[in-house]
């Protein structure tokens, strides 16, 4: 059994390089980690340090993150200021957006943000890295971490690929490689077209398997949002 608190700042996705192969045929759902979501029914405070609360960056952050609230139970109050549940900064575009898994973020010290978003919204991955960091925040995991995906990785190639990206293999083996199977999962068929999937080039797999990336929340995430946070007559 994997301790709730115990996952790593998950990293969004890496710069988008469109997949030259095909994928597999897909199903639609996705990872989550019960021990890690929020109470039902709750407000989730975000806080946004000082920034312009009728700025860009602001607006485009919300518009991004609220499109998962028809889906759930949950409410997000955004906040100026330091206090707040979730504490959100921007990074310039060299380097990772992340995020805090759920309710890990209590766990961070309140001092400190609990998750990074690209600086620039006008950037063209810039909405799909929030939705993606929110599904993070909600307690999703990466769905290629799915241990039905059946990506046929090349490990040592994918420690390597994502090296040169800057990435530890500590971090590619919470990040990239599939998740155990543990009581701790909640583990739906596994949804290729995930907002919560990386691309995968095939210099990462056997060569034969390749995945793009998906910029808008698929059937599976709003399937799995349902389930995680239930509003009434909606779980699936």
């Known amino acids: 059994m994997i301790i709730a608190n115990s996952s790593p700042f998950l990293h969004s996705p890496l710069p988008n390089e469109e997949a030259p192969g095909a994928s597999r045929s897909r199903t639609r759902r996705n990872v989550g980690e019960p021990g890690t979501y ?10 946004l340090y000082g920034y312009d609360m009728n700025g860009p960056w ?6 991004a993150a609220n499109q998962w609230l028809p889906y759930i139970n949950l409410k997000f109050e955004f906040v100026s200021g330091e206090e707040g549940d979730v504490r959100i900064s921007y990074r310039p575009l060299s380097q990772p957006a992340g995020s805090d898994l759920g309710t890990n973020a209590r766990h961070t010290p309140p001092v400190e943000p609990t998750m990074h978003l690209p600086a620039d919204p006008t950037d063209p991955d810039f909405e799909k890295t929030v939705i993606h960091e929110f599904g993070h925040m909600l307690g999703a995991h990466h769905a290629h971490q799915h241990p039905d995906s059946n990506i046929p990785w090349n490990v040592p190639q994918t420690y390597a690929y994502y ?30 077209d995930s907002i919560m999937h990386y691309h995968i080039d095939p210099e990462v797999t056997d060569g034969s398997w390749a995945q793009s990336e998906s910029y808008s929340l698929s059937e599976g995430d709003k399937a799995w949002a349902r389930n995680a946070y239930p509003r009434t007559g909606q779980a699936e």
């Not at 929020?38 to 806080?47: G, L």
């Open 38 to 47: 929020w109470p039902q029914n709750s407000t989730i405070k975000i806080a």
């Open 58 to 63: 602001v607006q485009a952050v919300k518009n």
């Open 163 to 192: 090296g040169r990206l800057g990435m530890s293999e500590e971090s590619v083996r919470s990040n990239i490689l599939p998740l155990p199977r543990s009581d701790a999962y909640s583990l739906l068929p596994y949804d290729g």
